[in-house]
């Protein structure tokens, strides 16, 4: 059974840089026809979608938080990761991890961490 | 690009069915099969319920269906039960500049 888990800091200070790891269990994140997402949802609010890194390396991101997101994979260790960079008070949001077919669904998500922005 | 647009809440009693409309445009909901909908109790992730409009993951209960005519998709479950209490979201492609966009968000109620 696939399994992600969300890791990294639960504190951000305003203007600096939001940084968080997906480990993936139960499978390989280089397994081909898969993506692998970042979405998050702030407290109270819905769900929106940040980007996604696919098996490739390719990397695609929503429009409107492009210039300031990276997605990463670390193939090795079986994970990828998020950098968000000058961060407001609202990027407080629970972040969560999915595996989801390019253009798709979502099938497989972590248990969110919550990212608090706040000096 | 805008979300989605869901009622925000819906309600029913056992047994009785409920749906939920999502609207979007011909750039998402119209314009791709590629809409999915997502159960949410609270405090937990999203779980996969319907995807490519009316097609269920292995698992999912049958009393949840899919539907899609023009810009809106509707998600029902019919023979509510109490576990059905949850928020459901739906999602749709929109196209490679945008790529994903999720509903507003519909709070279901079993009386």
């Known amino acids: 059974q696939l399994q992600l888990q969300e890791s990294g800091s639960g504190l951000v200070k305003p203007s600096q840089t939001l940084s968080l790891t997906c480990a993936v269990s139960g499978g390989s994140i280089s397994s081909g026809g898969y993506s692998w997402s970042w979405i998050r949802q702030p407290p109270g609010k819905g769900l929106e979608w940040i980007g996604y890194i696919y098996h490739s390396g390719s990397t695609y991101y929503n429009p409107s938080l492009k210039s300031r997101v990276t997605i990463s994979v670390d193939r090795s260790k079986n994970q990828f990761s998020l950098k968000l960079s000058s961060v407001t008070a609202a990027d407080t949001a629970v972040y969560y991890c999915?595996?989801?077919?390019?253009?798709?669904?979502?099938?497989?998500w972590g248990q969110g961490t919550l990212v608090t922005v706040s000096s | 690009q805008s979300a989605l647009t869901q009622p925000p809440s819906a309600s029913g009693s056992p047994g009785q069915s409920v749906t939920i409309s999502c609207t979007g445009t011909s750039s998402d909901v119209g314009g791709y099969n590629y809409v999915s909908w997502y159960q949410q109790h609270p405090g937990k992730a999203p779980k996969l319920m319907i995807y490519e409009v009316s097609k269920r993951p292995s698992g999912v209960p049958d009393r949840f269906s899919g539907s899609k005519s023009g810009n809106t998709a509707s998600l029902t479950v019919s023979g509510l039960q109490a576990e059905d209490e949850a928020d459901y979201y739906c999602?749709?492609?929109?196209?490679?500049?945008?790529?994903?966009?999720f509903g507003t968000g519909t709070k279901v109620t079993v009386l």
């Open positions: 999602s749709s492609y929109a196209g490679s500049n945008n790529f994903y966009v």
């Open positions: 999915a595996r989801g077919r390019p253009r798709n669904y979502f099938d497989y």
